[in-house]
């Protein structure tokens, strides 16, 4: 069955190459085809494209269809060529010309729209749930090991007194920034296209801003023509915000590989967390974070690709959009096991205390001495050259002893202070609006 179908056979070629993966895929998108379906038929009954009996029946079929999806059930037949065809089969199914009537107003082109705001409405508050956890261990963690020094380091060259309760902190204050960017996503997101149609609008009476709110959406793309253009758009900037999660964790990740190996030996992880070698019995290898680090880099790359797809298209509808949901739709469960999983890793990971202890740290107190020798009266470039003086005839003897109270830094980290950017963001979310209107428009 096709939507578009006028008697004419296609070459059985061309058929397999334009569908594509769209069965495989739309599997994805159905359960939000069928609420946007719902909101559309609640919506035709209001303008008279459905009688009230209609849209009862519609509604009923509809919420079969929706438990068929959730219990797993929900399949895409191959004589169907996508999501949206197969909904309305089955409706058509079951209500006869009843079922015809749903696409009224409506076409494929903002029924895809529609259903990928939906999906990735839905995945993003999935994200942000698993990069709150994530958050709350990191600031846990910063918390429990405050009080150990480590040595920080720029150029890769042993620099300045740092502290685990930096370091995990840091990771948890870069998680804010990006939720702050993922929000904006989000917001793009919430935008209600159904009633754009093909991307020209429609010459039935067609109440949009009673779907937006059936929906849950904060607004709609007033715009049909722009409406249309936001595919690829959204998904390119929802991905960029991904590609900032990401980014942090594979910077974490390659952190603790290296802080893993036995040249610096500042953490651990349980046997059971690590794999290794067929011949070398001694190895005990971060496997899980060189690989959350690689599928993070994977991850970065994904507006790239979405950029090439669409970019140089002119306004209105190509089928290069469809190739999107190849690289898209898959993203949101490779991101959040890379979160899952990096969470389990980070609240078993094991920091070595004393480290600083070691002769080959001495060298990161010089400038604690040269500030010491500052507030005693002594002009800053005095100073650093009277230490620098002293490392370099070997007559180097640090004080460890620090001092340091200024916000954000060793003495005092700012952990609830993060913690309060943090909950700020999450309010800004508002994803029980959004929830509220589902489950109102699923009773």
């Known amino acids: 069955m096709k939507l578009w179908d006028k008697g004419t056979s296609v070459n059985k070629l061309i058929e397999d190459f334009t569908v594509g993966k769209d069965r495989e895929l739309d599997v994805y998108l159905a359960k939000y085809d069928v609420l946007g379906s719902m909101a ?17 029946d519609l509604l009923a079929e509809l919420k079969s269809i929706y438990k068929e999806v959730e219990a797993g059930r929900f399949k895409i037949e191959d004589s169907i060529e996508d999501v949206h065809s197969q909904v309305e089969l089955m409706l058509t199914r079951k209500l006869g010309d009843v079922g015809k009537k749903i696409h009224s107003g409506r076409s494929r ?13 839905s995945e993003i508050q ?12 990191l600031i846990s963690q910063a918390e429990k090991y405050k009080n150990v020094l480590m040595p920080g380091y720029t150029h890769l060259q042993v620099a300045m007194p740092s502290s685990f309760g930096l370091w995990f902190s840091a990771y ?5 920034d990006d939720l702050e960017i993922l929000q904006a996503a989000y917001k793009i ?30 607004t709609m793309n007033y715009n049909v023509v722009y409406a249309q253009m936001g595919r690829g758009k959204m998904e390119k900037t929802v991905a960029m915000a991904l590609a900032s999660i990401a980014a942090t964790i594979s910077k974490l990740s390659f952190d603790v590989c290296l802080f893993m190996s036995q040249n ?19 190895k005990k290898n971060p496997d899980v974070f060189e690989l959350v680090r690689s599928h993070c880099n994977k991850i970065q790359a994904v507006p790239n690709q979405i950029t090439l797809m669409v970019n140089n298209l002119p306004s209105g509808y190509f089928r290069d959009l469809q190739i999107i949901k190849e690289v898209f739709l898959p993203l949101f469960e490779e991101m959040d096991d890379c979160l899952k999983i990096t969470a389990f890793a980070v609240s078993n990971i ?9 002769d080959r740290y001495k060298y990161v107190f010089s400038v604690e001495d040269v500030n010491r020798l500052v507030q005693n009266g002594v002009p800053f470039r005095d100073a650093y050259k009277q230490v620098g003086k002293q490392i370099e005839a070997g007559e180097y003897i640090p004080c460890k002893e620090l001092s340091h109270t200024h916000e954000g830094s060793l003495g005092n980290l700012c952990l609830p202070e993060i913690e309060g950017k943090m909950n700020t963001v999450l309010n800004g979310f508002q994803f029980s609006w959004v929830n509220e209107a589902i489950e109102k428009l699923l009773r």
Not at 172 to 176: D, G, I, N, P, Q
């Open 40 to 56: 559309h038929a609640i919506m035709l009954e209001s303008i008279g494209l459905l009688t009230a009996g209609e849209k009862t």
């Open 109 to 121: 082109n903002d029924q895809v729209l529609l259903d990928l705001k939906l999906f990735t409405r």
């Open 126 to 137: 999935k994200i942000v749930d698993s990069v709150t956890e994530l958050f709350s261990l």
């Open 172 to 176: 948890a204050e870069s998680l804010v």
């Open 189 to 218: 997101t919430n935008q209600n296209p159904l009633g754009s149609a093909a991307g020209y609008g429609s010459s039935f009476p067609l109440n949009r801003t009673m779907t937006t709110e059936l929906l849950g959406f904060n």
């Open 264 to 282: 610096f030996g500042f953490v651990g992880l349980p046997d059971e967390l690590t794999t290794g070698s067929s011949i070398m019995p001694h």
């Open 350 to 358: 094991k920091v070595n205390d004393g480290i600083i202890n070691d």
